[in-house]
């Protein structure tokens, strides 16, 4: 009777730090089972953190703490042909081994086979023994048989069931959860990054930076943005990541994830974006890829606040009047940095788009630092649909793109605006001054002169204006 293999599934979570060593023993085991004929393949899954509790022990103390720690993992599923069906319905489900005096156990070694190591159930000859194995019969029942009878017994060898069964062995006793003291404060160190981690980061190198993909970069001789983190993560500098650049990349690494089977069809980088983020992480190989979809993310909300602009009926119409400097308001819908190439120089500039709140486009123009935000002057370089800016500026031209009427500024200052600026303007209070006539002015004079205290400073001043009149 040819034996009935069939497949079993171990299913284990990976502490993400020993992600590349267990990828190497699997491929070692892969080997293995390769040689013996049986089939063997894994597959990773959706990285998370688990919440684990290990224990401390203080030895000296005399007491063990339980310490609460989360953990990168990765969920691992193996098939396999592990417990081979042998003839008679027997399985291998463990052995037993002396070497050098010291008995090993491998798999299941049962009680009744530790109590009676030397005992083999088919000869029944109680002899020290080097090698025996431990056979169940699918319905509870457990024997020993020696390695010299096996054969015998079985009517066969049994060398693929044990190397099955060792791999199964290695597989459940991969070291999956050591070192979480170590690993406590980060996914970092095998270079396994929690996917969130490298987009949060990443929102927050382009908030210094701008994005820098790998053309922008051979243009310009900037650090990829991908560098910049690769650096961040291995000791350098690293950004500061708020609590909205966390939550920015949860929605961006949903939004990866959402791509449809057709849209990875068409494009392999639409495919390999999602893939990164259904894993949950990244590697070191995969960080370009990983921090794009930050930068795909960003794209896609622009895209979308415009969409809504449009949906809403927002025309937008022009705005000022060419050449008359005036005060607008808008919020910054958009940044780009085109890369202007002149004879003498090359430098950058960036665009700002914004809207005001009836939709009407306004876009200005600057190389350099031009946001005022609460005094400082920043550089803005990514959208900030959510604040309101006070922007004066010159129009310099009112022209079209793409069906929309847009306004360009020059020589603008913009701060944010308060809610003072949004009154309207009060209308100038000028100080009327009559001009008294020749009439009044004499008759003053004579009141003045009627008055003794005054009468002196008349003729001072009588005095003086002949003076001048000569
Ligand atoms: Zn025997």
Known sequence: MENVISSEIIALDINSAYKSACEGKLEFLARKAKKAGLSFYWTWGKGFWKEVTHEIVHKEAGYVEEKQAKVFCIPLQVTGQFHIALPGGWKLVGALQVIDGITLYNGNVPDSVRANPNHCEHCQVKRSRSNVYVLENGVGKIIAVGSSC?????????????????????????????????????????????????????????????????????????????????????????????????????????????????????????????????????????????????????????????????????????????????????????VTSPFESGLQFTRWVRWYTFRDEVGNIMKTKTDGIVLMIEGERVEVSAPMPDVEFKIVGTPKEHSE?????????????????????????KPKRTRKVKVPTIAEMQETLAAMEADPAKREIVAKMTDIAQRFAK
């Open 150 to 334: 096996i054969r015998d017994f079985l009517g066969r060898d049994i060398d693929q069931a044990i190397v099955g069964l060792s791999i199964w062995e290695a597989i459940i006793t991969i070291d999956r959860s050591g070192g979480f003291d170590e690993y406590e404060s980060s996914g970092g160190h095998s270079g396994v990054y929690d996917l969130q981690r490298i987009v949060a980061m990443t929102f927050a190198i382009m908030r210094d930076r701008g994005y820098v993909s790998r053309a922008k970069s051979d243009e310009t001789g900037k650090d990829t943005t991908a560098m910049v983190l690769t650096l961040a993560l291995n000791g350098g500098e690293k950004p500061e990541v708020t609590e909205s650049d966390k939550e920015k990349a949860d929605k961006a690494i949903e939004f990866a994830e959402s791509f449809t089977d057709a849209e990875a069809q068409e494009s392999t980088y639409i495919h390999n974006v999602r893939e990164i983020a259904r894993n949950n992480y990244a590697t070191n190989k995969l960080l370009g890829l990983a921090c794009s979809i930050a930068r795909i993310y960003e794209l896609d909300c622009q895209k979308k606040a415009e969409a809504i602009a449009k949906a809403a009926g927002y025309q937008s119409q022009w705005v000022g009047e060419i050449g008359k400097r005036a005060q607008f308001f808008g919020k910054c819908v958009g």
């Open 401 to 425: 793109w793409k069906g929309d009427k847009q306004t360009q500024l020059s020589r603008c200052v913009v701060t944010v605006a308060t809610e003072s600026d949004k009154l309207p303007a």
